[in-house]
Nanobody, 125 residues
């Protein structure tokens, strides 16, 4: 059974750093694309960072460029999201997801098939 489980969320202050993890079970993160998404209250789910597995190329949302990075471990069973210089506007539920759809490289949530349950990140000012 394909399963993604996020962890590492919490309450932090503006300027702090936080690392989220996404553990895959039942498969390796070797699909066409993998990514991190977030959804704030009242807003649509948005792509944060998406990585194309074949060449490692990555899409970054403008709002996180220079602050967030993503990477997988060597067995490709865990995806990480390192978040630096956190801002209150980064507050959201963060999800990891994966897909075999080539459109996944463009980091649109609609193109992703498998999702974790999400982890809450709250950044206080």
């Amino acid at each position: 059974q394909v399963q993604l489980v996020e962890s590492g969320g919490g309450l932090v202050q503006a300027g702090d750093s936080l690392t989220l993890s996404c553990a895959a079970s039942g498969f390796t993160l070797d699909y066409y694309a993998i990514g991190w998404f977030r959804q704030a209250p009242g807003k649509e789910r948005e792509g944060v960072i998406c990585i194309t597995s074949s060449d490692g190329s990555a899409y970054y949302a403008d709002s996180v460029k220079g602050r967030f990075t993503a990477a997988t471990d060597n067995p490709k069973t865990t995806l990480y999201l390192r978040m630096n210089s956190l801002k209150p506007e980064d507050t959201a539920v963060y999800y990891c997801a994966t897909t075999n759809n080539p459109w996944g490289s463009w980091c649109g949530a609609v193109h992703y098939d498998y999702w974790g349950q999400g982890t809450q990140v709250t950044v206080s000012s």
